[in-house]
Antibody, heavy 115, light 108 residues
């Protein structure tokens, strides 16, 4: 069974960089595209970007200047970095498998941006 | 960017009733690239429908999707207690993915 688990700090200071890692089990990361999606509290879903195991990436244009997604095939993980965060980046961050639609999701990690 | 508008915002129905949810796109979307998700409080979304009308693995047949171009519909034929949740449509086009704002199906 495919499982994804997000990990990383739950609190980030304004202007700093948010960093999250998604660990995949039950599947090889070298077979699909993998995505990050976020959801501000009480709001809808926003796709952040995706990565192929080869390292090829595709980002949401609204976040592209601040986002970096990378992959670590040896540990079956992929990661998200979002720089220069503000309170507007406070959200639950989900990792998911897929690039057109998303078949498996992690449980989500709440990241709060606050001093 | 293609904007997806879902209606109604909230649907108040009783168990056993039929639910019809709408998703309208600002530009034509390939049917192959339209999906629906269900999200319950505190949980991740769950893929219900992909390719506008194909049910994902393990999804009961009371869920069905239809539509093409700019108008898509998710139908739940008979609401079960576990179906009360928020539903999102999502599209892929020009290397971008966007979600609708969601429709909440609540118990009347």
């Amino acid at each position: 069974q495919v499982q994804l688990q997000e990990s990383g700090p739950g609190l980030v200071k304004p202007s700093e960089t948010l960093s999250l890692t998604c660990t995949v089990s039950g599947d090889s990361i070298s077979t699909y595209y993998w995505s990050w999606i976020r959801q501000p509290p009480g709001k809808g879903l926003e796709w952040i970007g995706c990565i192929h195991y080869s390292g090829s990436t595709n980002y949401n244009p609204s976040l592209q200047s601040r986002v970096t997604i990378s992959v670590d095939t040896s540990n079956n993980q992929f990661s998200l970095k979002l720089s220069s965060v503000t309170a507007a980046d406070t959200a639950v961050y989900f990792c998911a498998r897929g690039w057109v639609y998303f078949t498996y999701w992690g449980q989500g990690a709440l990241v709060t941006v606050s001093s | 960017e293609i904007v997806l508008t879902q209606s109604p915002g909230t649907l108040s129905l009783s168990p056993g009733e039929r639910a019809t949810l709408s998703c309208r796109a600002s530009q034509s979307v390939s049917s192959s690239y339209l999906a629906w998700y269900q999200q319950k409080p505190g949980q991740a979304p769950r893929l219900l429908i992909y390719g506008a009308s194909s049910r994902a693995t393990g999804i009961p047949d009371r869920f069905s999707g239809s539509g093409s171009g700019t108008d898509f519909t998710l139908t739940i034929s008979r609401l079960e207690p576990e179906d009360f949740a928020v539903y999102y449509c999502q599209q892929y086009s020009s290397s971008q993915r966007t979600f609708g704002q969601g429709t909440k199906v609540e118990i009347k």
